[in-house]
C-alpha cells in the first residue's frame, strides 16, 4: 500500500500508525463499553511502541475536558455546509487526539446519538456520514496533517462508512472494523442516502444496501480488511440468525476474516488497591477489607449496616438486553431472603426505571434503586457489592463482569458471548481445580437466573474461606489490556499485508 513503504511484514517490531476511530471514549465522553474501549486500548497499543491517534467528534463535553486544543485544518466535506475544523489535543495529557468540529451537528449538549427526549438525534446519518468522511480525509492524508495511518480501525456503526469510502482509493490505509454491538447498526432510507451525495454504487446489495435501507454497519462489514468482535463467543453468535440481525450471511462469507479479540479492562481505572473513587482500598492479600466498603455503600445508601448482609449489585443501561426484566421477576424473592440486600445503577427505558423506582420504594430496607449514570458511585458498588448480577440476553463482551472479578465481586452471568468466555461456572470440578469464578446460567429466563442466585445464596452459607477462594480466584484473572492489544496488531499487520482482494491499492 501507498503508506507503507517503511512497513516490513517480517518486522514484528515496525511501529505502526494507526487511526482509531471511535464515537466515545473514556473520559472525554461515555454511554458505554465502547467508551471505555475507546479510552484504554490505544493508550495500551502506544505503551506497545506504536503511533496511535484517536479521533472523535468534537461533542462540547469531549472539547472541555480535551483542552488545550488547537485548530490544525479546515476541511470542506461535500454534504456539508460549514467548514469543518480538525483540532488537536491529548487524550488524558498522553494519547494524540483528533477532533472532528462541525458545531451544527455536534455542539449539543448531552447524549452523543439521542436528544433530550431521549430519541435519535433526526439528523443521526448526516452526523456520523460528516464524522466518516472527516475520518476518511484523515485517513488518505488530505486533510493537511502530513500524517498517513497504516491502518484505520473503525468501531461501530459510527465509523462504517468509513471502509466503504476508502475502499476503492489508490493510496488507502488498510481498514480493521469492529463490532461493539451488533444490534445497533445505522439504518437509514434511500432519501437520506441520496441527501449524503454518498458515491450511488455503494447503493447495492454487495454495498450499503439492506432490506430496502442503506446500512452504516454494512459498510465496515462488507469492506474492512479485517473484522473483529469483541469476543471469541460472540464471533461465532453473529454468525447465526439469532444474534446476526440478517447481517449473518455476510458474517459467515467474511468468516476468515472474522475474529473474537476479548476487550481488556483499564487496569489502573479500574484497581481496588488505588482506586480514588471508593473509601476502602484493598487487594488479593487484603481481600478481607473489602467488607468495610460494604458497610460505606450501605450507609451511603440508606441501607442497614451490615457486613454479614449478601449484598448484590447490578449497573448497566436499563435495557432488555441486559436482561434488566428478568432481575426485576427476582427482584420480590430475593428481597424476602433474610439477610439479601440490592443495589442497583442504571438508566435507560423509561418503563424500567418506573419499575425498578416501584421496587425500590416498595423494599427500602433491602432494595436501593439509584437512576442515571454515576462513575463513582459504579466504581463504589463494585467495591462493596459481595455479587453480581448479568443476566444478559446476549452480550458482545461485557466489562462489568470483569470489573467484577477485579474487585473481587462474585458474578452471576448468563452464558453468553463475552460472559461465557470469562466467568468460571462453580461446580464440582471447577471448585476442585480452582478454577471456578462465578456462576454461569444458559436459559435466558427468569428461572434460570433464579436457579442460580440460589446456587450463589447456597454457597455463600458454606465456611466463609470457600467464598473467598472464589472470590480471589476472580481477583487473579488478567484481564488488562495487553494481550488483547498484541492480539489487535496482529491482526492489524494481518490486515495491512492482506487487505481484501480487489481493493489493492498501488505501492
Ligand atoms: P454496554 O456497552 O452494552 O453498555 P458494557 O458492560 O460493555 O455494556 O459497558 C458498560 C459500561 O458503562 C461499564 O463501564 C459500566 O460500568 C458503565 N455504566 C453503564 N451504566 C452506568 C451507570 N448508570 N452509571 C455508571 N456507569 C455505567
Redesign the pocket.
Known amino acids: 500500500m501507498g503508506n507503507l513503504s517503511n512497513f516490513s511484514p517480517l518486522e514484528g517490531q515496525t511501529s505502526l500508525k494507526i487511526l482509531f476511530a471511535a464515537s466515545e471514549a473514556q473520559p472525554l465522553i ?1 454511554t ?3 467508551a ?1 474501549v475507546a479510552g484504554s486500548l490505544p493508550p495500551a497499543l502506544r505503551r506497545l511502541n506504536h503511533d496511535v491517534r484517536l479521533i472523535l467528534p468534537a461533542y462540547p463535553e469531549a472539547v472541555e475536558k480535551a483542552i488545550p486544543l488547537k485548530t490544525l485544518a479546515t476541511l470542506h466535506l461535500p454534504d456539508h455546509h460549514e467548514p469543518v475544523r480538525l483540532l488537536s489535543g491529548t487524550l488524558s495529557g498522553h494519547l494524540p487526539l483528533y477532533l472532528v468540529d462541525a458545531p451544527s451537528l455536534f455542539e449539543r449538549v448531552g447524549n452523543p446519538y439521542t436528544g433530550p427526549d431521549g430519541n435519535d438525534w433526526p439528523d443521526n446519518a448526516q452526523r456520523f456520514a460528516l464524522f466518516c468522511r472527516a475520518i476518511a480525509s484523515v485517513a488518505l492524508n488530505q486533510a493537511g496533517l502530513d500524517w498517513q495511518p497504516d491502518l484505520v480501525h473503525c468501531n461501530d456503526w459510527q465509523t462504517g462508512l468509513v471502509p466503504a469510502l476508502i475502499h476503492s482509493e489508490g493510496n488507502r490505509p488498510a481498514t480493521l472494523f469492529t463490532i ?2 451488533m444490534a445497533y447498526q445505522g439504518i437509514f432510507d434511500h432519501a437520506i442516502f441520496r441527501k449524503l451525495q454518498l458515491p450511488p454504487e455503494l447503493w447495492s446489495l454487495d454495498g450499503l444496501e439492506f432490506h430496502g435501507n442503506f446500512s452504516f454497519l454494512k459498510g465496515g462489514l462488507a469492506f474492512a480488511d479485517r473484522l473483529t468482535t469483541v469476543s471469541p463467543t460472540y464471533a461465532q453468535e453473529i454468525c447465526t440468525p439469532e444474534y446476526g440481525y440478517g447481517l449473518e450471511g455476510l458474517l459467515l462469507r467474511r468468516q476468515d476474516r472474522l475474529s473474537g479479540v476479548l476487550n481488556g479492562i483499564d487496569c489502573q481505572f479500574w484497581d481496588p488497591a488505588t482506586d480514588p473513587y471508593i473509601p476502602q482500598h484493598f487487594d488479593g492479600d487484603t481481600f478481607h477489607l473489602k467488607r468495610f466498603n460494604k458497610l460505606r455503600l450501605q450507609r451511603e445508601l440508606g441501607l442497614p449496616q451490615d457486613e454479614n448482609a449478601f449484598l448484590f449489585g447490578h ?3 436499563l435495557v432488555e ?1 441486559k436482561g434488566i426484566d428478568m432481575i426485576l421477576d427476582i427482584l420480590p424473592a430475593l428481597a424476602s431472603i433474610e439477610d439479601v440486600q440490592v443495589v442497583l ?3 435507560g427505558a423509561e418503563h424500567f426505571e418506573d419499575a425498578l423506582h416501584d421496587m425500590g420504594e416498595r423494599h427500602p430496607e433491602k432494595i436501593v434503586v439509584h437512576l ?4 463513582p ?2 466504581h463504589r458498588i463494585e467495591a462493596g457489592a459481595d455479587c453480581f448480577l448479568m443476566p444478559s440476553r446476549f452480550e458482545p ?4 463482569q470483569l ?1 467484577s472479578l477485579r474487585y473481587g465481586t462474585v458474578p452471576i452471568v448468563r452464558r453468553t458471548g463475552g460472559l461465557a468466555d470469562t466467568v468460571v461456572d462453580v461446580n464440582p470440578h471447577t471448585l476442585l481445580d480452582g478454577s471456578a469464578t462465578g456462576f454461569v446460567f444458559d436459559e435466558p429466563n427468569t428461572s434460570a437466573l433464579w436457579n442460580a442466585v440460589e446456587r450463589a445464596v447456597k454457597f455463600r452459607r458454606r465456611p466463609p474461606a470457600w467464598w473467598q477462594k472464589l472470590a480471589m480466584t476472580g481477583m487473579r484473572q488478567d484481564f488488562c489490556w495487553e494481550s488483547s492489544a498484541r492480539h489487535y496488531l496482529d491482526l492489524y499487520r494481518e490486515a495491512i499485508l492482506n487487505p481484501i482482494p480487489g481493493q489493492t491499492a498501488s505501492a
Open positions: 461515555k458505554g463499553g465502547l471505555d461493539h454491538n449497573i448497566g443501561r438486553q445503577l442504571g438508566s442515571g449514570y454515576n462513575e458511585l459504579a463482551c461485557g466489562l462489568n470489573y
